[in-house]
């Protein structure tokens, strides 16, 4: 198999590992096949597993010699109806049904709802939907004791199936006890960053921050209405967010969902933070060897909307076909990016910079590469700042992040256009264009005659100096001159 070179695209590809690929070998497929990252679902599986997937990954990335992230997904609070005489029952379409507080099994009337919270919250008017909305129930009358619904859609409802309450914001913590253990764990074995599940306020997020104890990069997962609500405020505290269509879905109207999404990605580009469309993007591979052209769309347009990167779920997790769907994903990203009208849709023209002067230099870098042959903007940063900043203004050109940190270097690998190397510091001028030269013709950014953009803070090594930014040309001796 050919080696892959992450410079063929900027968007980046997150795959979930599972049952299909969580091998050393399976990872390495995917790896070359075009994953940028991999996700570690907290919702299947136990700890060992989990830590001996994490340690297959960390051993592969060595062996390939590139940074690569791993993000822990939490489970979050799911609300799940209690259980059944036989196991399941019937409610009849248009008929009533309750849900009480009554531990007995249910039965085609009536069944335990082992979430009191929901009981002080829930409003004549609001719905209920069950087993991700396949059931529709709306709420005719609510007290302490029992909530009684109208089926607006029945069917048949199962033990402990899922329960979605689009229109109350639910006072349940975003972080169960096992998300807590989960989160602990997650930290403990070096994840670079943790998704955080059924946000539906600031505080979680803020919570969550609090537990992780300044270690690894949160990313909040929007699927609740509640959270598109306060987006901006969530978007503020999170390090990076994830467009999580699953329960999202589920709780908007289908045609209500992709205007969200656009308008979560416009928002978390503005603010210079990674962001994460995920949930059924090829779902068909999960079966198929193929995508279906609908799904070929959704991918592509996340892409021309300037998404850092987008998820495989079950796709690559228990699937069939989890190294094509990679490198399926993967082309599609590369033909979307070479079409000569992607520029223009993925660039912000009314995004002003920040009025600081590492923005306005990440704002002129663009400019720049827009204006000339730029083969690459190559940035010097110990928190990875500098190159968010570069990224949100989407330049033309890719971008090499020198880094002594390993830690940034992985998370830098969901950040749009970025590749990230690990490397000692500089400490003057001269070190920073010689090795920046010297790493940008190792790593294939440009050639002899080669023109790249060097950002970086004066004086070195100082976080959030960044106030520098020089044009150099690359010679034809360089090469050799700056080997080692």
């Not at 010699?65 to 979050?76: F, H, K, N, S, Y």
């Not at 995920?278 to 021309?304: C, F, G, K, W």
Request: a neutral charge; hydrophobic letters at 45%.
């Amino acid at each position: 198999m050919a080696k892959f070179d992450p410079r063929g695209r900027k968007i980046k590809i997150l795959a979930t590992l599972g049952p299909a690929s969580r091998s050393p070998e399976m990872i390495e497929k995917l790896l070359l096949a075009g994953a940028d990252a991999f996700r570690v679902n907290m919702s299947h599986g136990d700890h060992e597993t989990h830590r001996e997937t994490i340690a297959a990954i960390r051993a592969v990335e060595k062996d390939v010699g590139r940074p690569v992230a791993i993000l822990c997904d939490l489970q979050g609070p799911k609300l799940r109806v209690g259980q059944f005489k036989g196991g399941k029952a019937v409610i009849r379409h248009s008929g009533h049904f309750t849900f009480d507080r009554n531990p007995e099994p249910g039965d085609d009337s009536r069944v335990c709802l082992p979430h009191p919270e929901l009981f002080g919250v829930l409003k004549k008017g609001q719905r209920l939907l069950i087993d991700d909305g396949k059931l529709r129930l709306k709420v005719i009358e609510a007290s302490q004791d029992a909530i009684l619904c109208s089926a607006e859609v029945g069917g048949v409802i199962m033990d402990r199936k899922g329960v979605n309450v689009p229109d109350a914001v639910v006072p349940v913590p975003a972080l169960t006890e096992k998300d807590r253990r989960d989160l602990a764990f997650a930290v403990e074995n070096g994840a670079d960053w943790i998704a955080l599940s059924f946000v539906q306020r600031p505080e979680d997020v803020a919570e969550a921050r609090r537990l992780m104890g300044g270690y690894g990069a949160l990313m909040a997962k929007i699927e609740k209405p509640a959270a598109v609500d306060r987006l901006e405020e969530i978007i503020e505290l999170a390090d990076g967010i994830m467009v999580a269509r699953g329960d999202l879905g589920v709780e908007l109207n289908p045609e209500e969902v992709p205007p969200i999404q656009k308008r979560i990605v416009a928002a978390t580009r503005r603010s210079g933070k990674p962001v994460v469309v995920a949930t059924q993007m090829l779902e068909s591979m999960i079966e198929s060897p193929a995508p279906t052209r609908a799904e070929v769309s959704d991918v592509a347009n996340a892409v021309y909307d300037g998404a850092d990167a987008v998820m495989l779920s079950a796709e690559t997790a228990s699937g069939a076909w989890p190294v094509e769907a990679v490198s399926i994903m993967h082309r599609i990203a590369g033909q979307v990016e070479r079409d000569p009208g992607y520029r223009q849709q993925v660039s912000f023209a009314e995004i002003l910079p920040d009025r600081t002067t590492a923005d306005a230099l990440a704002h002129s870098c663009a400019s720049i590469a827009e204006s000339l042959p730029i083969a690459g903007v190559i940035v010097f940063t110990g928190s990875g700042s500098t190159a968010r900043r570069v990224a949100r203004e989407r330049p033309a050109a890719p971008m090499l992040v020198l880094t002594p940190a390993q830690k940034t270097a992985r998370r830098m690998a969901l950040l749009w256009g970025a590749h990230a190397v690990t490397t000692k510091d500089i400490g003057s001028f001269e070190e920073m264009i010689a090795k920046g030269k010297r790493m940008a013709l190792r790593h294939g950014f440009g050639s002899a005659g080669s023109k790249l953009i060097a950002l970086a803070g004066v004086p070195f090594g100082t976080p959030g100096s960044t106030n520098l930014l020089h044009v150099v040309t690359l010679q034809g001796d360089e090469l050799d001159r700056h080997k080692g």
